[in-house]
């Protein structure tokens, strides 16, 4: 059982950065994959990105690449988004998940934190 914690959010300007974090409890943050999704009013939960569980390698949605970098560290069982040069369309409830393999669905959630981006 994993839970999951995100903090970080809030109001930016258009071009500011922010960076999100998501705490985990449990022994075992290592052995997870990790992801950050987001999600509008009206719209289905968007991927934006993952890392494995190692953090050597990243993946992120076309709408992420360039502005945005996960990290983690594991020591601290927290997986991070930075977001530079956002946007007012990157305003969005903001959650992270974890997974064991990359044929599993994301089983475990956090609660979601709030990015809002004024023009």
């Known amino acids: 059982q994993v839970q999951l914690v995100e903090s970080g959010g809030g109001l930016v300007q258009a071009g500011g950065s922010l960076r999100l974090s998501c705490a985990a409890s449990?022994?075992?943050?290592?052995?997870?994959?990790m992801g950050w999704f987001r999600q509008t009013p009206g719209k289905e939960r968007e991927f934006v990105g993952t890392?494995?569980?190692?953090?050597?390698?990243?993946s992120y949605a076309d709408s992420a690449k360039g502005r945005f970098t996960i990290s983690r560290d594991n020591a601290k069982n927290t997986v991070y988004l930075q977001m530079n040069s956002l946007k007012p369309e990157d305003t969005a409830v903001y959650y992270c998940?974890?997974?064991?393999?990359?044929?599993?669905?994301?089983?475990?959630w956090g609660q979601g934190t709030q990015v809002t981006v004024s023009s």
């Open positions: 998940a974890a997974r064991r393999a990359v044929t599993d669905l994301y089983k475990y």
């Open positions: 449990g022994r075992t943050f290592s052995t997870y994959i």
């Open positions: 890392i494995n569980w190692s953090g050597s390698t990243t």
